[in-house]
């Protein structure tokens, strides 16, 4: 069935160091969706890429949907302690539901 | 709430015993999931559900039964068929079965002693 394999596992960073997640695809995605779940929360939707080679930003977060459209990247400028958490790919499945990679944990030094 | 709710937060059972998970979203939007997020791991479909009075069953039903006798409500019950329960547990709602966005509830972490 559909995968996405998520790297790294686990990322520490020292607060105003960058951080990039990736995800990849084994086949062609109609999109990709990224969550961010804070330690103890629930996923909670960040935003969703859908055309081949887009890039869209909120604030510091940049997302990158390769141009195949089978890979995709959530990079992180300047980290701060409020970005500490998991952050989730997620793509859709044959039954309506979202496929997740495992996660990229990320911790922030101050 | 983003307009789902799970309750409990928390829930302790004893081995053996069947337990039900509530959840409910007050949106109208007809798709609902339960997914089971493990220590370190993604979330894994347990079961959806697309209408009322239908579901299906996702990756890893075997242990859990659900019912969706009303659109808000979607309760989940880990039965003690279910060989390793201890887990968080997450319901999710989507406006319909295409491809939108999900939102999630706050989850339930049920833990059996």
């Known amino acids: 069935g559909q995968q996405v394999m998520q790297i790294p596992q686990y990322q520490h960073v020292q607060e105003g160091e960058d951080f990039t997640t990736y995800c990849n695809s084994s086949?062609?995605?109609?999109?990709i969706q990224w969550y961010k779940q804070r330690p103890g929360g629930h996923p909670v939707f960040l935003i969703q890429?859908?055309?081949?080679?887009e890039v869209k930003k909120q604030k510091r977060l940049t997302f990158q949907f390769g141009e195949a459209k089978k890979n995709s990247s959530l990079h992180i400028t300047a980290t701060q302690t409020t970005d500490v958490g998991t952050y989730f790919c997620?793509?859709?499945?044959?039954?309506?539901?979202?496929?997740f990679g495992k996660g990229t944990k990320l911790s922030v030094k101050p | 709430d983003g307009g789902i709710t799970q309750s409990p937060k928390y829930l302790f059972r004893k081995e053996g015993q069947n337990v039900t998970l509530s959840c409910e979203q007050n949106?109208?939007?007809?798709?609902m999931y339960w997914y089971r997020q493990d220590p370190g791991q993604g979330l894994r479909l347990i079961y959806y559900?697309?209408?009322?009075?239908?579901?299906q069953k996702g990756d890893i039903a075997e242990g859990y039964s659900v019912s969706r006798e009303k659109k808000e409500s979607f309760p989940l019950t880990v039965t003690s068929a279910q060989k390793n329960p201890t887990a968080f547990y997450l319901c999710?709602?989507?406006?319909?079965?295409?491809?939108?966005?999900?939102?999630f509830g706050p989850g339930t972490r049920l833990t059996v002693l």
């Open positions: 086949t062609t995605l109609s999109n």
């Open positions: 999710a709602r989507k406006r319909s079965a295409g491809g939108d966005t999900q939102y």
């Open positions: 997620a793509v859709g499945g044959s039954q309506g539901n979202l496929i």
């Open positions: 890429l859908v055309k081949s080679g």
């Open positions: 949106l109208n939007h007809d798709a």
């Open positions: 559900s697309q209408i009322v009075n239908d579901f």
